[in-house]
């Protein structure tokens, strides 16, 4: 009696090296991510696309009871590590589908060290920022498929290196804040 591997649904891997083609002929080209966000109340926010989709709804995002939200959706740090998972696993998924291995199983799971003494600048400890969010994060990722468990864990590292959010977080990026016009 034989099993039958269930595959995930696959990605358009002629598309996949349509677009790698176009980065490999002009590597400094950049998109950008617009989102408005709007609280409304206490530390509950609702972030939109700057041009909505109605397949896109509101992501939520709140603080849990104990930092005196109303624990009605994923804390901030929760929604950077969750952001983080999203590309790892997108990026496995391209490494896969470029390396011709199907993917049966993929699952991300994340962990991040983060302190808030400072009580958000509010009268809490006196921090410098390097002392502030995450200070450690931790991914470990479960994955099957048609190829050896050192192909898929080359497939998760190579994925990892290339991550825009992983890179986000490990490296300083240029940050501005001001007030809108």
């Known amino acids: ?4 591997t269930q595959y995930l649904a696959p990605i358009d891997r002629e598309g996949l090296e349509k677009f790698a083609e176009v980065g490999r002929n002009n590597p400094d080209r950049r998109g950008t991510n617009k989102i408005h966000t709007i609280c409304v109340g206490q530390y509950r926010t609702l972030s939109y696309l700057t041009n909505p989709d109605p397949m896109h709804p509101a992501v939520v995002v709140d603080e849990p009871l104990h930092l005196f939200g ?11 590590l969750s952001g983080l998972g999203g590309c790892l ?6 490494v896969a589908t470029h390396r011709q291995v199907r993917l049966s199983k993929l699952e991300v799971f994340l962990e991040g060290d983060i302190g808030n003494s400072a009580a958000w600048g509010a009268g809490g400890a006196e921090r410098e920022p390097g002392q502030m969010g995450f200070q450690a994060v931790r991914v470990k990722v479960v994955i099957e498929g048609d190829a050896s468990r050192e192909e898929l864990d080359a497939i998760v590292q190579h994925a990892n290196y ?5 890179n986000t977080i490990r490296n300083p990026v240029q940050f501005e804040i001001g007030l809108a016009d």
């Open 1 to 4: 009696m034989s099993e039958t």
């Open 70 to 80: 109303q624990n009605t959706a994923p804390a901030p740090g929760e929604v950077v």
């Open 89 to 94: 696993a997108v990026g496995i998924t391209a």
């Open 162 to 166: 290339y991550s825009p959010v992983a």
